[in-house]
């Protein structure tokens, strides 16, 4: 970025050396252009603003409005209901619950997914031999569909004769019952979303990594710092923004859990799984509640806004 | 922040193939959901949509080739959507838009949500008569559940109990079998913890499969079933606190917890570790839906059903029932509402390959054919048809419907200890209130 914008100010003087030296009927000419220029930005943006409006605005606006109603999914009763559905929400247990699970999930799986993924990219970057195996095993299960994904773990995790249950019953150890008690069910949703989604934060370390320049660490060995000095001195502190960023996404990402969840335990064993965005499809989609599922996703949207403008002041704070 | 590229190229990468998988998604499903309704009544031709995969699927499309074979000018386009909570959402907003498929498959549990708000057309008997199908061909209790004040609804095509399936060979080998080589009537709790416990010792792991973790119906299947063989009385509609018989319903979950002992029963089995435990030998009876007979069928050579056995005094089986349904519809054409009697007159007809797949053919005619007598095990089991359970009739119960979810997910955790039958039956009720007192938004 500094590259452009340095080479932004240069040319910046000179166009306006040129524009004050020029006939005042060349003045008009590039107001033309400029304008033309213009005309034409539209045209280009246009589609992608249509889109846009079509599939964004215009939801967002009409999920508002339907937030304050009592739509229906099947059409009928659309009568305004005030703050009725968002008062409903706040003493809705349910919600309460899948929102404390959707805050324990995130807590559960930001942390492994930023260490294990950054861990595995410096165990891959210090060079560990046969990297291409390691840059596959990491990356792919990130490439597999999560229906496919769920189904893998959903097999090991069987009781009787999963591969994890099938261990330990070998073993001579009592069976684990992963997903049908309330404690472990999510652990084991945690366990499934690192392995499956660890490849995406595994490559932007790895990449960032491979950016560090060579003589940092040269300079550093001839000052005499050791391995771990250089982890902490130079690696770390040089991948600070692509870890800033990385929490942010993974935070979000969490949030937002459905997927994996709905397959795989389909909220239980009674709730105790069940992510809000999960809630919100239950209500509007299985319930045909639309007006309701609107106002517990504008309540979502609202904290979510609230965590990100925490999360930026206090990232911006720390890379400032 | 906003400057640094590294930043900004995953996110736009990410997001923009999210957005284009997401477009793409919503072009496919628009474009296909716009296409077929118009084109369909355009051409005479009539929709129809099913929730029947596997051999369930393969049954139904059988049928519907040869209906459209025999009857001359008849077109039809036959779409398959995933069972469960998305078709009836798909169909729910299909019937709301006008725009549906001329005749559906609907789960006869679902009517009282959708039949009261004007999703369905009723049917018009005459037409129906004019087919050859009349109320006498049905079973009462079934024809009457078809109804929703005074008009007919649903055209039923089968009735598909929860029943017991077991594996004769190894039944044998666990002195279970009678002098007529099939099960010994099961007659109690302690006569069925009894029977699975010698079945264990026969396969050397369990006595009897039951697949309820996770999944969205199961234990309601089990529990409600069983409940209705006490005779316990209940009340479930809007207007009135919920209620059931406590002492009757501890007793049902009492039993399934003594019978999860690890050995007659595993505690924790979900839907496909069940079925796969069943027909790999490693149980030799599983508590199932009937629709599960192909796949049993093809694993087990020697396979033995019966109903629900009575083990709380009234013979009972839990049932729903397949029906065929009128969503509604904006343009009435008179060739094309034929065209689906037609289709629909024919595919009852045809419910001798229905039969097949291990349901009840709900049309009588059909079920007194010396070629239904002739199947097995669907005879064995055919008389859960005759005492069948249905859901509460309530707008919020059913198939496919967060209501099962919910109750399943209490029972669930009463089934494998995590919480009291008593702390069970009050989430129970409470649930199921707080359900009552929820708007009706059909």
């Known amino acids: 970025m500094s590259s452009l914008t340095s080479s932004n100010e240069a040319q910046a003087p000179v166009a306006a050396r040129g524009s004050s030296s020029a006939p005042s009927g060349s003045r008009s000419t590039n107001a033309r252009a400029r304008s033309i220029q213009g005309r034409s930005g539209f045209w280009f943006v246009l589609p992608f603003a249509a889109a846009f409006a079509m599939f964004l605005i215009w939801p967002i606006l009409s999920g508002l409005w339907m937030s304050f109603t009592n739509q229906s999914l099947t059409g009928s009763g659309s009568a305004f209901a005030g703050f009725d559905n968002y008062s409903e929400a706040l003493g809705d247990a349910a919600l309460w619950q899948a929102l404390g699970n959707t805050v324990i999930f995130t807590l559960l799986t930001v942390v492994p997914l930023v260490v294990l993924s950054f861990v595995l990219a410096y165990l891959v970057y ?16 990130y490439l597999l569909p999560v229906s496919v994904a769920v189904a893998i773990w959903q097999w090991m995790f069987q009781p009787d004769f999963g591969l994890f249950n099938g261990l330990l019953l070998r073993a001579g150890f009592a069976q684990i019952p992963f997903l049908s008690e309330a404690s472990l069910a999510m652990f084991s949703v945690v366990v499934v979303t690192v392995w499956w989604t660890l490849g995406f934060n595994f490559l932007l370390y790895l990449s960032a990594l491979n950016n560090i320049p060579d003589h940092l660490y040269e300079a550093a060995s001839i000052d005499g710092a050791g391995p771990w000095r250089r982890l902490f001195s130079i690696t770390i502190p040089m991948i600070n923004r692509t870890t800033v960023m990385i929490i942010m996404l993974q935070i979000l990402a969490s949030l937002k859990v459905f997927e994996q969840i709905f397959l795989l335990t389909n909220g239980g064993p009674n709730g105790a799984t069940r992510s809000v965005l999960e809630y919100i499809y239950d209500v509007g989609f299985t319930g045909y509640r639309l007006g309701y599922a609107s106002a517990i996703s504008y309540l979502f949207f609202a904290l979510i806004i609230v965590i990100s403008i925490v999360q930026l002041r206090v990232m911006n704070r720390k890379s400032a | 922040m906003g400057h640094d590229p590294t930043f900004r190229t995953p996110v736009s990468r990410r997001s923009i193939l999210q957005g284009m998988l997401g477009a793409g998604g919503l072009l496919a499903a628009g474009g296909s959901l716009a296409g077929c309704s118009t084109s369909a009544s355009a051409s005479g031709g009539v929709q129809l949509w099913d929730l029947f995969q596997g051999a369930d699927g393969v049954k139904m499309r059988s049928m519907i080739a040869s209906v459209t074979a025999s009857v001359s000018g008849l077109s039809v386009k036959p779409v398959t959507l995933a069972w469960g909570s998305p078709y009836y959402t798909k169909l729910a907003m299909s019937s709301a838009s006008g725009k549906a498929p001329q005749t559906a498959i609907m789960h006869l549990s679902r009517l009282a949500g959708y039949a009261p708000g004007g999703l369905l057309e009723p049917y018009d008997l005459d037409l129906l008569a004019e087919q050859g199908i009349r109320e006498e061909d049905f079973a009462p209790a079934v024809w009457k559940s078809c109804q929703y004040e005074g008009e007919l609804y649903a055209v039923p095509l089968d009735t598909h109990p929860f029943i017991l399936f077991y594996n004769k060979d190894l039944a044998k080998t666990a002195g279970l079998l009678g002098a007529d080589g099939n099960l010994t009537p099961i007659e109690s709790p302690d006569a069925m913890i009894d029977a699975a416990t010698r079945m264990a010792a026969v396969t050397g792991a369990q006595g009897i499969s039951f697949g309820h973790v996770t999944d969205t119906g199961q234990s309601w299947r089990l529990f409600w079933g069983l409940y209705g063989q006490t005779g316990g009385d209940y009340t479930i509609s809007v207007g009135s606190p919920a209620s059931i018989d406590r002492d009757k319903a501890r007793d049902v979950i009492e039993f399934v ?20 435990a069943f027909t790999s030998g490693q149980t030799g009876m599983i508590f199932s839906g009937e629709w599960e007979l192909p796949a049993f069928a093809e694993a087990i050579p020697n396979l033995g059903a019966v109903p629900m056995p009575t083990m709380f005094g009234t013979p009972a089986s839990y049932a729903d029932s397949h029906a065929w349904v009128l969503p ?57 048809g005759d005492n069948p359970v249905f859901d509460p009739p309530v707008w919020f119960a059913g198939a496919g419907t967060e209501f099962q979810n919910q109750v399943s997910q209490v029972l669930t955790g009463a089934f494998t200890g995590a919480m009291t039958p008593d702390a069970a039956i009050d989430s129970l009720l409470s649930r199921i209130d707080a359900m009552l007192l929820a708007p009706n938004p059909t």
């Not at chain 1, 210090?126 to 299960?141: T, V, Y």
């Open chain 1, 126 to 141: 210090i060079g560990l031999p046969g990297q291409w195996l390691w840059r596959l095993s990491f990356f792919a299960p």
């Open chain 2, 257 to 276: 917890v003594r019978l999860m002992d690890g050995t007659a029963m595993p505690a924790t089995q979900n839907y496909p570790g069940a079925i796969s």
């Open chain 2, 328 to 384: 509604r519809q904006l343009d009435h054409d008179p060739e094309t509402t034929r065209r689906t009697y037609e289709l629909v007159a024919g595919i009852l007809k045809q419910s001798g390959t229905w039969a097949g797949a291990g349901h009840i053919p709900a049309y009588a005619p059909i079920r007194e054919t010396p070629e239904y007598a002739a199947l097995t095990p669907q005879t064995e089991y055919a008389s859960a």
